[in-house]
C-alpha cells in the first residue's frame, strides 16, 4: 500500500473512477483513502452500473417511485446522497491538505453538453444541493462547456472539466479558467479555495489510433500526448498569462489523466498509471488498474522523462497524416454520446 503513499509524495493524487453505495457503507472507500486514494469520480456509466448492481439502492429506488417521484428527480436524490456520503469521508483528506485533494465529483446532465446558459444553472443547483465543499461539478469541454467554466469558476466553484483529448482543447479551458479568475479577483472575492482538475482521455486515443499506426508506434501516442500536454501545462501556469491570478493566490488548474484503465490486453496493465506520475497532477482509475498499480506498479516520476522521444512519437503520427485535434474532436463527440446512452439507460429501470 505504501505505493500510493509514495506518489503522493511524488506530488500526484490518484482518485477512484467509482462510486456507490456499498463501497461508502462497507467502509471500504474509507480503507482506500487511509491508502493513500486521494478523492472519487463518478459519471453517468458509473451511476448505471452501481444501480443496477449494488441492492442497497433497491428500497430507496421503490419509496421515491411509490412518492410519484419521475425518474431524473429519482436518479438525483440517489447520485446527490452519494456524493454527500463520499465527501463526508474524504472530509479530512481534504482538510489535512488545507483543500487542496479529497474532492468528489458529480456530472451535469450530458443533455446540457451544448448549452452553456444549462450547464451553469444546472451545475450551480447541483452545487447547492451537495453543500459540501469538497465537491467538484463535472462539465464536459465542448464550447458550451468552456464557456460555462469562466461563468462558474468566476461564481467560486470548484470543477472538474471532462472530455479532453487534445492539448488545443486543453488550453483553451486553460484561457477560460483565467478569465473566470480574473473576474472573481476584479469583486474583489478570494479565489484560493477554488480547484479545478482537467481531464485528459488517455486509452480511448490509443483505442482509436493503434489499428491505423506502425506496431513501433502502438501504445505510445495517448502518453505521448499526455507528457506534451504537462510542458504546455507548466508554460502557461508558470508564464505571464497566469503571473496576475497566481499573485493573488490563484491555484493552476492540475491536469488528470483520466480513462487511465487499458484497453488492449496486450499492454502492462498499469501503464497509464506508472508512465504519467508527475508533480500537481491527478490520475483516476477503475478499481481493477487501482489494485494492479498496488500489487505491481512503480512510483516514479515519469511525466517528465523521455520527452525528446515523446516530440519523436507525435512527429511520426503527424508524418503519417494524423490529425489528433481533428481525432479529438470525434473522441469528445464519442464519449458524449456514451455518456447519454448511459444516462438514458441509467433512467429506464427508474421510470
Known sequence: MAILSDVKALG?????????????????????????????????????????????????IAALKAAGKDAKEIYETLAVADVQAACDVCLAEHEASGGKTGFVSLEVSPELSHDAAGTVAEAKRLHAAINRKNVMIKVPTTDAGVEALEQLVSDGLSINLTLLFSRKQTQKAYAAYTRGILKRIAAGLPVDNIQVVASFFI????????????????????????????QDWQQYFGGAEFADAKAKGANPIQLLWASTGVKNPAYPDTLYVDSLIGKDTVNTVPDATLKAFIDHGTAKSTLTESIAEAQAVLAETEKLGIDVEALAVRLQEDGLKQFEDAFAKLLEPLA
Open 12 to 60: 500526484q493524487q490518484i482518485w477512484l473512477d467509482n462510486l456507490s453505495r456499498s463501497l461508502v457503507q462497507s467502509g471500504e472507500l474509507a480503507t482506500m483513502l487511509e491508502q493513500g486514494v486521494c478523492g472519487v469520480t463518478s459519471n453517468p456509466a458509473i451511476f448505471q452500473k452501481a444501480f443496477a448492481g449494488d441492492a442497497l439502492y433497491t428500497p430507496e
Open 203 to 230: 486509452s480511448r486515443i490509443d483505442g482509436a489510433l493503434d489499428a491505423t499506426l506502425p506496431e513501433h508506434l502502438q501504445g505510445k501516442t495517448a502518453v505521448s500526448l499526455a507528457k506534451a500536454a504537462y
